[in-house]
């Protein structure tokens, strides 16, 4: 069964930084394009960004801009996102997904999506 395993969540102080982690398990997605989707309560599933196999990345710019990037390591088949300058409305469940597609940002083009971890940020 593949899954993917975030980890890495956890409660930050505004202005603060944290490192989200994905490792797959059951498989490797060294082709597949890699995404960071959040969701608040009472709030859709927001895209935040998306790295392909080559290292090229995407960002919901509204959102994220300047504070959050995402980096991919495929040697050891792991997924970041690293968050700074956090603030409260970064408050959210973050999940990583996997998708075949070379640019993929909406919901239904991830196949595959871990369980989630908890961001708070807290002032």
């Known amino acids: 069964q593949v899954q993917l395993v975030e980890s890495g969540g956890g409660l930050a102080q505004v202005g603060g930084s944290l490192r989200l982690s994905c490792a797959p398990s059951?498989?490797?997605?060294?082709?597949?394009?890699m995404g960071w989707f959040r969701q608040a309560p009472g709030k859709e599933r927001e895209f935040v960004a998306a790295v392909r196999w080559n290292g090229g990345r995407t960002y919901n710019l509204d959102s994220v801009k300047g504070r959050f990037t995402i980096s991919r390591d495929n040697a050891k088949n792991t997924v970041y996102l690293q968050m700074n300058s956090l603030k409260p409305e970064d408050t959210a469940i973050y999940y990583c997904a996997a998708s075949s597609s070379a640019i993929a940002t909406r919901t239904y083009e991830f196949a595959y999506w871990g369980q989630g971890t908890q961001v708070t940020v807290s002032s």
């Open positions: 059951g498989r490797t997605f060294s082709g597949y394009t």
